[in-house]
């Protein structure tokens, strides 16, 4: 069975990079990230998830992101 990939919310995304949660979808957008899939927030709404290795390797490759 192969591996799940670890998925962020748009929070644990904002938090990683240092960036504002209503900034997370543009930024990952301009650097060719899609939504991985999606979840349920704590209050039921639907949360886009992402893949946290490709975000991962989003702030490694750029120099934009605070370190």
Same mark, same amino acid.
Do not use: C, H
């Given at each position: 069975?192969? #591996? +799940?990939? !670890?998925?962020? +919310?748009?929070? !644990?995304? &904002? #938090? ?5 949660? #209503? ?16 979840? !349920? ?5 639907? +949360?886009?998830?992402?893949? &946290? ?10 120099? #934009?992101?605070?370190?």
């Amino acid at each position: 069975m192969p #591996d +799940t990939p !670890e998925l962020w +919310t748009r929070g !644990e995304v &904002a #938090d990683y990079l240092g960036i504002a949660p #209503d900034s997370v979808r543009r930024q990952l957008s301009r650097r060719k990230i899609r939504r991985a899939g999606t979840g !349920e927030s704590a209050a039921g709404r639907i +949360t886009a998830l992402y893949n &946290a290795d490709q975000v991962r390797a989003a702030r490694a490759a750029r120099t #934009d992101f605070l370190q």
